[in-house]
């Protein structure tokens, strides 16, 4: 399968500045990291033109950048986390267009086979406690010999 390199657009946590046209760009700003290059501003990277797809539908941001000749993932720093969390992505806005349309059309039977999969994974999830319930059952019933004692085998006695 052939996919495209991820771009990474980060949200800046303090002031910063773009390495190109050397623009302050002030806290929270959208800078990408261009190797020898620095920090770039979108408009520098040539990003600008991209629209921003915040993350909760999944169908629709896959669709989105499958259809996007240019996509990038934007991340921002998490103090608490102490790691860098995916905030959503960056498309081409007809390729974001083309997606919604496409979410739309089959959007009845992405919710119907939903449900079935819901009513199944239920019915999975009431039946497999039976199945452990008895192997389970068998060992935590077996008592040990009368006048044994049970010892971890390194212990000295």
């Known amino acids: 399968m052939n996919e495209k390199p991820h ?14 046209c050397e623009e ?14 620095g920090a770039q501003c979108l408009a520098c990277a040539d990003l600008d033109h991209l ?4 993350p909760g539908n999944a169908t629709l941001t896959r669709r989105a950048r499958k259809y996007s000749t240019l996509s990038a993932v934007v991340l921002k720093w998490s103090r608490a ?3 860098y969390e995916r905030q959503g992505v960056l498309v081409e806005e007809l390729a ?6 496409d979410c739309l059309a089959d959007g009845e039977a992405r ?5 079935r999969e819901a009513k199944r994974r239920a019915q999975v999830d009431h039946a497999t406690p039976a199945i452990w319930r008895a192997p389970v059952l068998t060992l935590h019933t077996l008592e040990p010999r009368r006048g044994t004692r049970c010892r971890h085998p390194r212990r000295r006695a």
């Open 111 to 115: 919710a119907r086979r939903c449900g």
């Open 24 to 37: 302050p760009l002030g806290s929270s700003a959208w800078i990408t990291l261009a190797g020898e290059r």
């Open 7 to 20: 771009l990474k657009v980060f949200i800046a946590t303090g002031e910063s500045s773009c390495d190109e």
């Open 51 to 54: 629209v921003f797809l915040r």
């Open 96 to 101: 974001l267009i083309k997606a919604e349309a």
């Open 81 to 83: 986390r102490n790691r």
